[in-house]
Nanobody, 126 residues
Framework: QVQLVESGGGLVQAGGSLRLSCAAS????????MGWFRQAPGKAREIVAA????????YYADSVKGRFTISRDNAKNTVYLQMTNLKPEDPAVYYC???????????????????WGQGTQVTVSS
């Protein structure tokens, strides 16, 4: 099991920026694909972004393309989600997740991930 701890959530005005961090404990973090998901009240968990173990492949949901950036620092066992131009539709609990058994590319479905953080709340004010 990989333990993941998210941080960086909070309240921000629409149009503002926020950076989420996910610190991972594990022996082979550099081999994991990592993803960010979010879940708003009453809605299913949805993918926001994902990055391959090498950092060479990434995926973004259409709703966040051009606004969010996923990155990772394998030396620090940390994955980041830089969020800019936050919109009223972005508030949710954001989770990072680890796919410990990645294949080619990245996995988009929550079922493809093995370990999850506790989540961090992002709130956007008008």
């Amino acid at each position: 099991q990989v333990q993941l701890v998210e941080s960086g959530g909070g309240l921000v005005q629409a149009g503002g920026s926020l950076r989420l961090s996910c610190a991972a404990s594990g022996r082979t973090f550099s081999r994991y694909s990592m993803g960010w998901f979010r879940q708003a009240p009453g809605k299913a968990r949805e993918i926001v972004a994902a990055v391959s173990w090498s950092g060479g492949t990434s995926y973004y949901a259409d709703s966040v393309k051009g606004r969010f950036t996923i990155s990772r620092d394998n030396a620090k066992n940390t994955v980041y989600l830089q969020m800019t131009n936050l919109k009223p539709e972005d508030p949710a609990v954001y989770y990072c997740a680890a796919d410990r058994y990645p294949r080619v590319g990245v996995t988009r479905s929550p079922e493809g991930y093995d370990d999850w953080g506790q989540g961090t709340q992002v709130t956007v004010s008008s």
